[in-house]
């Protein structure tokens, strides 16, 4: 069975400051890795995701993630961050398509807070 | 763009009250989901579906609850008879063929809360 464990529950961080947000999963099998971000009282948007090729995949809104076999780690990076990127960002893995779904296994969250 | 949309955005029932929830997924999409977020708690998958049958579903998804895809366009979750436990954000997500569309992405909707009084 696929888990996520995203590390942190709260990232504070100033205006301007870089920023990582660290997710590592656990799966016997190769995984499927997005990142969705949640704004207040919103839905889930995705910012990115990993399927297959470069370890480094870049998404919406200036925020990249990298994926690490090896460590078993999707950890995303932001390397400016503004005041509207405060909102709860959820890692998640996917077993994969296989007999017609795709179910989404969710870590449970970190919330960003930029201060000014 | 195309969006998922689900109504109400708000819900409120009375603990053994029936209620459906309505999600309309993107028009050309094939897989649908439902996922809940209880207050302050992960997200979690409930229940896929394709091809007018359910897919996979959880351990959450138990006799209480039904999907169903009535009209072409909708896509109903119903629980028959409601819990104070079942109050949650409930999300409706669609993705496309991804061996057409070569997208893996599962699109969400906006939400519903339901709150079980």
């Known amino acids: 069975a696929q888990s996520v464990t995203q590390l942190d529950s709260q990232v504070p961080v100033f205006e301007e400051a870089p920023v990582e947000l660290r997710c590592n999963y656990s799966?016997?099998?190769?995984?499927?890795l997005f990142w969705y971000v949640q704004y207040p009282n919103q839905g889930l948007q995705l910012l990115l995701k990993?399927?297959?090729?470069?370890?480094l995949v870049k998404g919406i809104n200036g925020f990249e993630a990298e994926f690490n076999k090896s460590q078993t780690s999707f950890h995303l990076r932001k390397p400016s961050v503004h005041i509207s990127d405060t909102a709860e960002y959820f890692c998640a893995v996917s077993p994969g398509f296989s007999g017609g779904y795709n179910k989404l296994i969710f870590g449970a969250g970190t919330r960003l807070a930029v201060h000014p | 763009e195309p969006e998922v949309t689900q109504t109400p955005s708000h819900q409120v029932t009375q603990m053994g009250q029936e209620v459906i929830l309505r999600c309309v997924p993107i028009s050309n999409h094939l897989y649908f989901y439902w996922y809940r977020q209880i207050l302050g708690q992960k997200v979690e998958f409930l229940v896929s579906f394709y091809n007018n049958e359910i897919s996979e579903k959880s351990e959450i998804f138990d006799d209480q609850f039904s999907v169903e895809r009535p009209d072409g366009s909708n896509f109903t979750l119903k629980i028959r008879s409601t819990k104070l436990e079942d109050s949650a954000m409930y999300f409706c997500?669609?993705?496309?063929?991804?061996?057409?569309?070569?997208?893996?992405?599962?699109?969400f909707g906006p939400g519903t809360r339901l709150t079980v009084t």
């Open positions: 799966s016997s099998v190769s995984v499927y």
């Open positions: 997500a669609s993705s496309p063929n991804p061996y057409e569309a070569g997208d893996y992405e599962q699109y």
């Open positions: 990993y399927l297959s090729g470069s370890t």
